[in-house]
């Protein structure tokens, strides 16, 4: 066995002068050697630090004669003042060193040991953590499974953001076998009496004639015959084109075809195919895409539930140039906020032929985005959201030819303007002040102006004691904040401090905040309920007394979203100090009640489809920095002070106010860093334990349906991790 004595400080590590144990990070590489080789086997590796963040991503190096590598580097997610372990193997006798940060801070190093293990220990530990955390091997664990996979597997689970589902794991696994054969789509739709007729419109224009085909045959394989095929030529100048559609035209009466005399471009075309439509719907598809065999199938089974329905839109997948699928993006339910930052509806997008009709089809001028375009003004003119239906399955399948916008928005420039101009267009139809720019290809911001004056709004942080922690806070907020309408409500909650107590004597004295006592034990939800009865701001902003203002206009952006009147709760992108993502929205359900996605992940991370780039709508924000118009709250009746203490108070009233007809609304363009939970301390003791497991049970009983199915994510997607990865298990 290898201890704490037995691990030397080798790189950018400081030992704190009368402080034992206790270490200065110096830098980005701090690290510790272990003084002795190590003979080859299994190990079980412990440590227990008091760390600068809640948790850190450590790293361990072996090095058996070749050198140390990022490729055989071993991850362990470090949780402070929690002994973590895990397995690790030396294929060889090796040399160790460990990384217990990886930017500079203070931290204490209570234990860290190297345990020799036998291998049949250390197997079934390994197969006992695959089992509890790895989708793969959920069932249990195949009897052909190698020791190298099962060991690669158990690694994965370790490293943040790592692949544990490949797509083509959850196609064989998940997929494959829920999709309807011929025979039981025939079944069900012969008991169905309303089977409406689905106009695909298809433009064409030099295609290749093997990509043609396939499009074509993929139409023609579909389980739901009450379909029409209208294309559109657009004067194809290579001949088998024509030759292809008019072979498949003689074939089935339900392929029409028309050939343009000029090329006219994706417009004209669209429109001239769109005029052969008789169908009540309409369906998009592009002229080498393709759709899966039961498409159709699936989408008008979704129209039997909702027959008002005006559009329904289903996932993607995208094929590479070998024609393999990948890239699957599984797509929340409607969500406008992000609809307005990325077309994410797309494909397979399917309209009421009415809707499109009334909207005027595709408008010239917008060629490269005419879709995107379409999609906006039929939304706009949609009443009632519920008749935009998702349907969560993989059904469109966009090919990735060069020059093509699946395989990348900067191969068609284009595009972007096109796509800017249609959103800015929405905009303006709808009477809203709003400037949109450009992050990047394919992804775009709503600048909304702010009203003169600004609204007045009160930053409600409560805190006890923790000095130095809140006077970064609200220094932040003083020195960084351009948005100049604000009062700040320090709640003191049984300070004894005496720099805490001058502290917020000092801010009182130069009016620069409101000081209110609540002299009662911790309840979060009471404190800020007491709060904003004392606030007088027409807006209220929920701050942690452990967050840090990062950039000046943080608070007028969240002013401007909390300011419309279809949005109920805002919230920010908060960072750990050492610049990993700690909060960029909540998925509710992950872990059995709700979760912060892309937790972990590198600041500059674009996120799943660049969500961290863009604003989107969320169910749920966390109250570490959020805002919302004092009417809603109190519309919604505050947070739960009796049920919810302490924890989720924050998402239970963002559900009410979701529930009360509101959205919530993410956006990563207010940007602060989260010491996360400072001033509370440890949830691990036992009392504590047991009370967080009540607040578990509060939400699930009074949650149940949107923490099985969040309808920003989607059932497809893990609930036991916060990376947006696959799910082997879904119930779709």
Known sequence: ?????????????????????????????????????????????????????????????????????????????????????????????????????????SFGLEQLRLVREGAAFARARLRRKLAARHPLHARGIDAGVSDNRLWTDYCKVFETGSELVSYADWIERTEQPRVPSLATQQAEIAQWQWKPLVSLVVPTWNTDPALLRACLDSVLAQGYPHWELCIADDASSQPQVRAILD??????????????????????????????????FVALLDHDDTLAPHALFAVVQALQSRPSAQLVYSDEDKLDPKGRRCAPYFKPDFSPDLLYSQNYISHLGVYRRALVQAVGGFRTGYEGSQDYDL?????????????????????????????????????????????????????????????????????????????????????????????????TCVDSILQRTSYSNIEILIVDNQSSCARTLAYMAALEAEGKARVLRYDQPFNYSAINNFAARH??????????????????????????????????????????????????????????????????????????????????????????????????????????????????????????????????????????????????????????????????????????????????????????????????????
């Open 1 to 105: 066995m290898y201890t704490v004595g037995d691990w030397r400080p080798a790189h950018q590590l400081q030992p704190v002068a009368g402080q034992p144990g206790q270490f200065d990070a110096l830098g980005a590489d701090p690290h510790f050697r272990l003084a002795h080789t190590v003979p080859a086997g299994w190990y079980m590796f412990e440590a227990k630090l008091r760390l600068p963040n809640a948790s850190v991503h450590a790293r361990i190096y072996p090095d058996t004669g070749s050198g140390e590598s990022e490729d055989t580097a071993l991850s362990l997610r470090l949780h402070s003042e929690r002994l973590c372990k895990r397995l690790v193997y030396l294929p060889a006798e090796a040399r160790l060193r460990f990384d217990p940060l990886s930017a500079p801070g």
């Open 247 to 280: 072979a498949y035209a003689r074939r089935d009466a339900r392929v029409k075809v028309v050939y343009r005399s000029e090329n006219g471009h994706i417009v004209a075309a669209s429109n001239s195919a769109l005029a052969l439509a008789e169908g009540e």
């Open 375 to 471: 999609v906006l003004r039929c939304v706009a003119r949609i009443g009632d959201t519920r008749d935009i239906v998702h349907v969560p399955q993989v059904l469109y399948h966009w090919r990735m030819a060069e020059g093509s916008t699946a395989s990348g928005q900067e191969q068609k420039s284009y595009t972007t303007d096109a796509a800017r101009r249609a959103l800015q267009d929405h905009f303006d139809s709808t009477a809203q002040a709003v400037t949109v720019d450009v992050i990047a290809p394919g992804l775009y911001r709503q600048r909304r102006a702010l009203p003169e004056p600004a609204p007045l709004v009160s930053l409600i942080v409560p805190t006890r004691d923790c000095h130095d922690v809140l006077k």
């Open 535 to 732: 606030a007088r701001g027409s807006i209220l902003g929920l701050i942690n007394n452990d967050v840090e203002v990062i950039g000046a206009d943080w608070l007028g952006e969240m002013v401007s979203h909390a300011l419309r009147s279809d949005i109920g709760c805002v919230g920010a992108k908060l960072y750990y100090p050492n610049d990993t993502i700690q909060h960029a929205g909540v998925v509710c359900g992950i872990g059995g009640v709700a979760g912060h996605s892309h937790k972990y992940r590198p600041r500059d991370d674009d996120g799943y489809f660049s969500r961290l780039r863009i604003v989107h709508n969320t169910s749920a924000v966390t109250a570490a920095a959020l805002l919302l118009r004092r009417d809603v709250f109190e519309q919604v009746g505050g947070l739960d002070e009796t049920g919810l203490r302490v924890a989720f108070n924050d998402v239970d009233l963002c559900l009410k106010v979701m529930q009360a007809g509101y959205r919530n609304l993410w956006t990563p363009f207010a940007e602060l860093y989260h010491h996360e939970s400072i001033s509370r301390g440890s949830d691990e003791t036992p009392e504590k334990r047991e009370r967080f497991m009540r607040e578990c049970a509060v939400m699930q009983e009074r949650w149940p349906q949107v923490l099985a199915r969040d309808p920003y994510y989607n059932p497809n997607l893990t609930l036991q991790r916060e990376d947006y990865s696959l799910d082997l298990a879904s119930e779709v």
